[in-house]
């Protein structure tokens, strides 16, 4: 048993949990991870003899944590690690976290190839049908043989034969083609296939790979590098089957959980933008890896690509310092769509392959948010449509065919589990769904991997592999807006403290009270500052929507699209109980799944779709949220479940939401007298009025 933890024991954060603690010096890595509700697994029970535990320690000044960490802070190898690397090998900088043990403060990753119930990456391609029109084309020429009568060099009767078959003028080579060609040629027997590229307007084409006989497979990637998750497709561009998809947690994640942060990393760290870059770089060729094995594609058969992602991870994967996007005006340093190799970026393809990104449409609303546009096309339909990324940086699309504006919100990593007590990522064992029964305040919850609620004969077993680790985002909104409903919190978010003479589920914290979510190991507790950062969370996503739909002279949405990977298992009830989204007809309230990888499919199987968005970028009207002075009012106001100020007629007809009530910030209910407003909330009025 190791002796209780004191403030001046060495800090540990893990990462991509995020869940930290002090730890006597001496602790075993393993120990550490365990009392956190690390998953790290060990087979041997501590014997060093199954490698299943490994750890990587995270070098540098981590200033978002207060922490400075160093392989100098872990135990050297003893003999019972040295004799596992001796036998069995360990990669480069691993380590086994049952014999190392901490001397002080540390950042340590858990490498996602060594977790088997590692973070569910929920985002496969959805089923839809696109029109194909792709920027690459496969071309089976038969070429006249050489003749001492015309002298014509091998290339040049190549171009005559590609365009008497196919009508292709103007024609340019790669050069690494040339010292292949004859050898390609009468490999074939004087037939090839050629790879033309051509997605741009102009007349040109340009032969990016060439093989003997017919060649009828070629492929493609459309991927989307979100800030916590990376997900890939693999894609026939001749049938725009989707031949495998695979996804990963964003590597980058060690180095800040938000954007802030790893912008902050870069400014701070010499190092930072080359560490971030090979970082996510490295990501991403493992998930080419893990597609092809899917598919049973060779990579030598990928010729086009098509990526999108938020601004600062558009501008860390081009190698680009994003320093610029850390404060106003948040310059971009390249906002167009991008047209390069893949070879161009070390990114090991087809060795003719291309690259295409589309374009950004603001400092802090990218690409990403560009390919949801295209995905959803609010551009090319008559209703007012809202549509909502929600992530560690929200992004906000409101508009029709007459009018598309634009805008990012600060959320943060609250509804992704971290700055949550017992939050986790989506993984195995988490809590997903919650209920609450109004008369008992007694829970029941649904966990990841299991189909049974809680209270459901059989719940135990299901769950016996994984355990009730935590809860995710989607269980996250759902404890609090039941909260709410059952009138366990009050409009401003207070926890009740009277109802704990009424349920032990309501516990005194401090000066502040919690609820119980689960008992037992790991005991699952939902606090007074749990409540208040996804309070803050969603104040800043609902003041960012308030601002667009000024901006629109409205004061109403038609339709609501939750894009993204995490909005897949919001329900659109609770989030609107919540007041994460503005009130609209539930039915009209629906998850797209992940937009931005269905807009990268798009853009990657019709060339016409590059142009499109393109064009639509180019009339989107970006709002700065934090330039405009009324931002701050709608915040105050959207702090309050679900709002202070705004109705909810269409909510309100649907879910009976419970009666306001005056809670003072120690819990205690207050009397008839009005309460007392913030210094904020009065100014917000005063700017109302």
Known sequence: MNPPPNITDPLVLFMPSGKRGRFPVGTPVLDAARQLGVYVESVCGGRATCGRCQIEVQEGNFAKHKIVSSNGHISPKGAKE????????????????????????????????TVINAQTIRKDADTRVIARDTAIRMCYVEIEEPDMHKPLGDLDRL????????????????????????GILRKGNWAATAAIHKDAESDIARVIALWPGLKNEAYGLACDIGSTTIAMHLVSLLSGRVAASSGTSNPQIRFGEDLMSRVSYVMMN?????????????????????????????????????????????????????????????ALAVSGAVRIKASDIGLKLNQGARLYMLPCIAGHVGADAAAV?????????????????????????????????????????AFEGAEISGG??????????????????????????????SDQPGFAESVQATGVTGICGSGIIEVVAEMYLAGIISEDGVVDGSLS?????????????????KEGEPKITIT????????????????GTKLLMEKQHTDHVDRIHFAGAFGSFIDPKYAMVLGLIPDCDLDKVSAVGN????????????????????????RIEKIETALEPKFQEHFVYAMALPNKVDPFPKLSAAVKLPPRKAMSEDGTAGDATPRRRSREERAARRGRD
């Open 82 to 113: 040295e004799r596992y690397e001796r036998v069995r090998g360990l990669p480069e900088r691993r380590r086994l976290s049952c014999s190392a043990q901490i001397l002080g403060d540390l950042v340590i990753d858990v490498p996602q190839d």
């Open 270 to 330: 010499p190092d930072g933008r080359e560490g971030m870059t090979v970082a996510v770089r490295e990501a991403i060729s493992g998930l080419v890896d893990k597609v092809c094995a899917e598919g049973n594609v060779q990579r030598n058969d990928i010729l086009d690509s098509v990526f999108v992602g938020n601004p600062i991870m558009h501008h860390l994967f081009l190698g680009i310092d994003p320093t610029e996007l850390g404060g106003a005006p948040f």
């Open 501 to 517: 003479m009424r349920s032990p589920r309501v516990v005194a914290n401090g000066r502040t009270f919690s609820y119980v979510l």
């Open 159 to 182: 171009k005559i034969a590609l365009m008497k078959d196919w009508g292709l003028k103007n024609l340019e080579f790669d050069f690494y083609l040339m010292p292949q060609l004859q």
């Open 373 to 413: 546009t295209l995905s959803e096309g609010p551009h090319r339909q008559d209703e007012m449509m809202l549509i909502v990324d929600v992530g560690t940086n929200a992004e906000i699309v409101l508009g029709n065919s007459t009018r598309v504006v634009a805008a990012s919100s600060p959320t943060g990593p």
């Open 424 to 453: 986790q990522r989506a993984a195995p064992g988490a809590i997903e769904r919650v209920r609450i029964d109004p008369e008992t305040l007694e829970p029941k919850y649904r966990v990841i991997g299991s189909e049974l609620w």
């Open 595 to 618: 937009a931005a990888g269905a807009g990268a499919r798009m853009a990657l199987l019709n060339r016409g779709y590059r142009r499109e968005i393109e064009e639509t970028v180019s």
């Open 528 to 543: 007074q500052n749990d409540v208040r950062a996804i309070q803050l969370a969603k104040a800043a996503l609902y003041a």
